[in-house]
């Protein structure tokens, strides 16, 4: 199936289409949001845990600012960092995964080596760690997110790069005389699309929901605004015990819907690009449609009255 056939499909599927508007809707909130609803997220307004109102239609916090303010000026800085760590870490983990294995040898040995290391540490404590000993801010949440989120995007790339180094068409163009790098590039990178894209959607989710858990547990930049440091602050004001919803059910929300509609999307495409998704979909709607075809007859012989040959001689009796 040619790319055109395949970006079809995609745009059939509830699943992409569904995750596509759920995310449409949180990148127009991040990038036109802060221009509609004017105001400093960081005001204090005076007013403190104010439940929701005309003035305040989420309310305000602990600190008596306005939570609808933080969450759209919120969203910018989470997806933002979502976004960075994602094309990172899938540029990173790409190239270490298809150089090592379409050079082998020593190559493949060493970076698989660094690659198990740092998937074999333990991811959480390593991010605390590095989190707690560098200076807070979005710099340095994308780089730890970064450092400990690349090695599995190189193990799927460097499995599946394997498969396509043994192929005719690689081994033609070696013998041809093509450079390494445009054999990387324009022979196997393109039999790897749809991998690249599922594992770039599973390095944006990571990035989101563990820069939202690092502010959670006070390890980033707690001067900015974004929904894991909304999160903390109502944490650390006791909001749960105070019964004051409005100030951590919004950004939790929002980063379970954007971690659900990614979800969505990386199981649509892979229902697209994945023969053994895809043959049982085929199979479904294959079904689906002897049914109906079943059905029209049933109900054409239904229609005929005794006697008749035809639907047309029935409906005359």
Not at 198 to 225: H, K, N, P, R
């Amino acid at each position: 199936m040619n790319q055109n056939g395949q970006l079809r499909r995609l745009l059939r599927n509830r699943k992409v289409v569904l995750g596509l508007g759920i995310l449409a809707f949180f990148a127009l909130m991040a990038i036109f949001g802060p221009l509609v609803i004017h105001g400093d997220p960081n005001a204090f307004l005076g007013t403190r845990n104010q439940p929701p109102s005309p003035q305040h239609p989420l309310g305000t916090t602990g600190q008596g600012q306005d939570v609808l303010l933080q969450l759209v000026n919120g969203a910018r800085t989470s997806l933002g960092v979502g976004l960075v760590v994602g094309v990172l870490a899938t540029v990173i983990g790409t190239l270490v995964g298809i150089t090592s294995a379409y050079f082998g040898g020593l190559t493949d040995e060493g970076l698989s080596l660094t690659t198990n290391v740092f998937i074999i540490l333990p991811g959480l404590p390593l991010l605390v760690a590095l989190a707690a000993f560098l200076p807070p801010g979005v710099g340095t949440m994308i780089f730890v997110l970064t450092i400990t989120g690349w090695a599995g995007t190189a193990r799927v790339i460097r499995s599946q790069a394997l498969s396509i180094r043994a192929r005719d068409f690689v081994a033609a163009a070696t013998v041809s005389g093509e450079r390494p790098l445009r054999i990387m590039l324009r022979e196997i990178m393109p039999n790897m699309a749809s991998i690249v894209v599922g594992v770039f959607v599973g390095s944006v989710t990571y990035g989101i929901i563990a820069q939202a858990g690092l502010e959670f547990l006070g390890l980033g930049d707690l001067s900015s605004v974004s929904w894991g440091t909304m999160l903390y602050w109502a944490g650390n004001n006791a909001a749960l015990l105070q019964g004051t919803w409005w100030t951590f059910l919004p950004p939790g929300l929002c980063i379970a819907l954007v971690g659900f509609a990614l979800a969505l999307m990386n199981y649509g495409a892979d229902e697209i690009t994945n023969p053994r998704l895809r043959g049982g979909s085929d199979v479904r709607n294959a079904r689906k449609k002897q049914s109906k075809l079943l059905a029209r007859r049933a109900n054409r012989a239904a229609v005929m009255a005794p006697g008749t040959t035809s639907v047309k001689e029935a409906t005359r009796a």
